[in-house]
Nanobody
Framework: VRLVESEGGLIQAGGSLTLSCAAS????????MGWFRQAPGKERKFVAA????????YGEDSVKGRFTISRDNAKKTIYLQMTSLKPEDTAVYYC??????????????????WGKGTLVTVSS
């Protein structure tokens, strides 16, 4: 399975950005996909996951209400809509894929495939 993330970028605080991640290869069905992020000098942390049926799971409280994850099964693509961005959202965002349909498995970093990551920089 190959995961290709959209480009991040430099965003002003308060702005919005939507990331996408497209999966290709033998994905089968009922897989879970999601996003992690890693700030400079910090560990990689779970952001959000979405199941095949559209169920969602969010990680840090700081993103709840500001970030929305969604997916398009026909396109094998997930999206992370980020609004009200803050400088502390600056990180490399990684797409993640797990053949297990349970989002909590992916959230625990038991990931089958990772994307290469895309940098999002939020300026104050």
């Amino acid at each position: 399975v190959r995961l290709v993330e959209s480009e991040g970028g430099l965003i002003q605080a308060g702005g919005s950005l939507t990331l996408s991640c497209a999966a290709s290869g033998r994905t089968f069905d009922y897989y879970t996909m999601g996003w992690f992020r890693q700030a400079p000098g910090k560990e990689r942390k779970f952001v959000a996951a979405v199941t095949w049926s559209g169920g969602t799971l969010y990680g840090e409280d700081s993103v709840k209400g500001r970030f929305t994850i969604s997916r398009d099964n026909a396109k094998k693509t997930i999206y992370l809509q980020m609004t009200s961005l803050k400088p502390e959202d600056t990180a490399v965002y990684y797409c993640a894929f797990n053949l297990d349909r349970r989002p909590e498995i992916l959230a625990s970093k038991r990931v089958d495939y990772w994307g290469k990551g895309t940098l999002v920089t939020v300026s104050s």
